[in-house]
Structures are given as C-alpha cells and as structure tokens.
C-alpha cells in the first residue's frame, strides 16, 4: 500500500489517500477541502518519485453547500421549486405560497398566446378545500419576452385586499412555472346580467333617468381606480371580463403592467376584429396604451350599461369619429352622452379622468336617491290624506 499526504501553504493536512502499489501506472484524484475546490493529479510510477501536478485553488469560487434532501420527497421538489423563483421577494404575511401537494388542476380555462388559465382545487390546513383559478404565463410569451412576469408577480402580491378585484390567494409553484391563484367566483359577467336584465324589462334602451345601473357603473370605476394607483392598466377591457357578485359589486380581472400594455393590444388585434369600441385610437391605431386609453374603454363599458346594449361607434367608419344618436335621447341621457364625449377625445392628454367620471356618477345616483326618496315620500302623504284616525271617525258619528 502506499500512502500519499498532501499539506496546503500553511502545513495543514488537506487529504489522504492510499493506493495499491502495485498498479504500474495510476491516477488519483484528490479534493482539496479546507480552502477553496480543485484536484490534485498524483501519477505512480515504479521506481519513481510521485509526478504531481496541482491546479490554484485559491482562485476558485467556494460553492455552497448542497442541502441533504431525499430526491424523491416532497420537501425536495418543493425547494428546487422555491429555488427556481428565488428572486421573488415573499412576505408570507401577505402572500400564501402553495405546492403540488396543496393544489389539484381540474379544469383549462383558457389557453393562449400569453396566458394559460386553469380551474382547480386547493386544500386548506384544515383539510377542506376551496375552487380556485390559476394563471400562468405561457412558455411562448416568456422566451419572447413579451411579458415581465416575474415583476407582475412581484406586483400583485404587494396588492393590499380590495372589494373590486378578486382576490388573490397566493402563488402556486411548481418545478417549471409560476402561478398566480385567485378565488373562484360563482357568479355572472356584467354582460349576462345586462342581457338578463334588459330581457326582463323588454327594453334595449335604457332610460339613464330611471336606470337602476348607477351602483355597478360607481363599483366598476372604483375598481379601475384601484388598479391605476398601483400601477396597473387593462388593455382589451369588456363587459364580459367584470364579474357582478350576488352583492351588486363589480370585480375586475386581467389587468396587467404598462409596460406588458403593448404586446397585450398586438395579441388582442390578432386575435379578433377590433375598432373605437374596443380600444382607444392610439391603441388601435399606433399600438400605444395608458391610463388614458383606459377611460376610453371605461366609457364604453358605461354607455353599454346605461344607455344602449349597440356600442357607441361605427365598426365600418373608424376615421369620423361620429357617436351613435338613434336612439331615445331624453333630457338625461342627451347629458350622459355630452358626458361621455369628454373621455372620447382623439387626444389623450385632452380626456377626462375616472376621478371625473366617478364624481359625475356619484352626484347622479346621489341626486336620484333623494329625488325618489321625496316621490316616496309625496306618494305616501297623498295615499294618507283622508285617512281619519279610528277615535276621530267616532266622534265623527256621534
């Protein structure tokens, strides 16, 4: 047997080996422990000294050490995962991170060119479990780079709990994607409810003076609001992408970062015909999108739902900019349209802004409360009079 010894700079013993002396010719590797990786190359030959030949450890990187996980266990798997999007930042007080022993897929909503959508199930720690959506990006739109995921991602955890966006549950990762998982509502689009209910009232026209709609449009705009004030905007906005609780609330979903906007509007026009009543002119036209183009849209959306259910603009003219006005138009809904005009300026800068929508909406809705209250009032003084209490009316026939 012949031992080797090998000793760094400083004397201190870095390894031992042995090895048989009697194979005439043999390499032996040796890991350099104590200060930084390398090998060491000891080649035996008979009669010889040994001919070593050594690499410069020190200029190595030190590389950490790997945690001891069985390869086969959940733990495992769940941390290459976690490791895998390490550079997002998690306050666990904030945001849930979920696993694949927590989440169970059922169903595919939605496949595309951005966005994959899935229906699923999640398990609670107390061993219940609630329907969810999942929403990742698609490996097409990642290699491209045409979507910052990772930022949105980032973005949306921050978001503090809102009654007009649905809410999100946490982060689901898996070895190869990233999910974002929101609650899976129970109810219908603005667009069902808007067609349920015109189909109720036998009308296609609504009559603004007596519209009923008012809270959903206010709901909508303070949804929109919000999403702006965190910088977000929502490209592609319709009335079948607002879900109407069974509260009367409007929630939003969708949305996406400005910066993402671009691609988003190049992928919708692919996708469908699109015209003035589906995006702004500088979207529809140079690709362009802001918080501006989104009162465009936002105005649409309350001109279908609380004047008409056709749209507002020509799909075969998009150059006049001429509003529809074959319609009812009472003393009302004239004001509603003049209202809505603002938010249709070919310029921008020029629009009004959600804040000034909002207000207009809410004076309205706060004008039409007391102006019903007071009909309510007027109708049960004229239902009384004549009314004579039980102990008059009998002194009355005496």
């Known amino acids: 047997m012949l031992s080797i010894r090998l000793e760094d700079p400083e004397g201190n013993i870095t390894c031992r080996t042995k090895t048989e002396s009697s194979i005439p010719r043999q390499q032996v590797i040796l890991h350099f422990t104590s200060y930084g990786t390398g090998t060491v190359s000891c080649w035996l030959k008979p009669g010889r000294e040994l001919e070593l030949s050594t690499k410069d450890c020190h200029s190595l990187p030190r590389l950490p050490e790997l945690p001891e996980h069985p390869e086969n266990s959940d733990d495992y798997t769940s941390m290459q995962s976690e490791e895998y999007y390490a550079d997002i930042s998690v306050n666990s007080s904030k945001c849930k991170i979920?696993?694949?022993k927590d989440v169970c897929m059922l169903l595919s909503l939605k496949t595309g060119n951005t966005f994959n959508r899935w229906m699923g199930t999640l398990t609670l720690p107390d061993g219940s479990?609630?329907?969810?959506?999942?929403?990742?990006?698609?490996?097409?739109?990642?290699?491209?780079?045409?979507?910052?995921?990772?930022?949105?991602?980032?973005?949306?955890?921050?978001?503090?709990?809102?009654?007009?966006?649905?809410?999100?549950?946490?982060?689901?990762?898996?070895?190869?994607?990233?999910?974002v998982v929101h609650e899976h509502l129970i109810c219908e689009t603005l667009q069902d409810y808007l067609d349920n209910y015109?189909?109720?009232?036998?009308?296609?026209?609504?009559?603004?003076?007596?519209?009923?709609?008012?809270?959903?449009?206010?709901?909508?705009?303070?949804?929109?609001?919000?999403?702006?004030?965190?910088?977000?905007?929502?490209p592609g906005m319709s009335t079948r992408k607002i879900l109407v609780t069974e509260n009367g609330v409007c929630k939003i979903y969708a949305f996406c970062l400005p910066e993402d906007a671009r691609n988003a509007v190049i992928t919708l026009k692919s996708t469908k015909a699109c015209s003035l009543n589906e995006?702004?002119?500088?979207?529809?036209?140079?690709?362009?999108?802001?918080?501006?183009?989104?009162?465009?849209?936002?105005?649409?959306?309350?001109?279908?739902?609380?004047?008409?259910?056709?749209?507002?603009?020509?799909?075969?003219?998009?150059?006049?900019?001429?509003?529809?006005?074959?319609?009812?138009?009472?003393?009302?809904?004239?004001?509603?349209?003049?209202?809505?005009?603002?938010s249709w300026n070919r310029d921008d800068s020029m629009r009004s802004t959600l804040d000034d929508l909002k207000q207009c909406f809410e004076t309205d809705l706060t004008n039409k409360t007391s102006t019903l209250n007071e009909t309510a009032a007027c109708g049960l003084n004229y239902e009384m009079e004549g009314y004579v209490p039980m102990t008059r009316a009998a002194d009355l026939q005496l």
């Open 98 to 100: 979920f696993y694949q």
């Open 129 to 179: 479990s609630k329907c969810i959506n999942l929403t990742t990006a698609t490996e097409k739109a990642l290699t491209k780079r045409k979507l910052q995921w990772t930022k949105f991602v980032k973005r949306v955890i921050e978001l503090p709990p809102s009654d007009y966006v649905t809410k999100l549950e946490g982060i689901y990762i898996d070895i190869s994607h990233l999910y």
């Open 279 to 342: 995006l702004a002119p500088e979207a529809l036209f140079r690709n362009e999108y802001s918080e501006a183009s989104d009162v465009w849209s936002a105005s649409i959306i309350i001109w279908l739902t609380l004047l008409d259910d056709l749209p507002p603009f020509s799909v075969d003219d998009m150059s006049s900019f001429n509003v529809r006005n074959d319609f009812e138009m009472t003393e009302e809904n004239q004001r509603l349209r003049r209202n809505l005009l603002n």
């Open 198 to 234: 015109r189909k109720d009232q036998a009308v296609k026209v609504c009559n603004y003076s007596s519209s009923k709609m008012l809270p959903y449009v206010i709901s909508y705009l303070n949804g929109m609001k919000f999403i702006h004030s965190y910088g977000f905007v929502h």
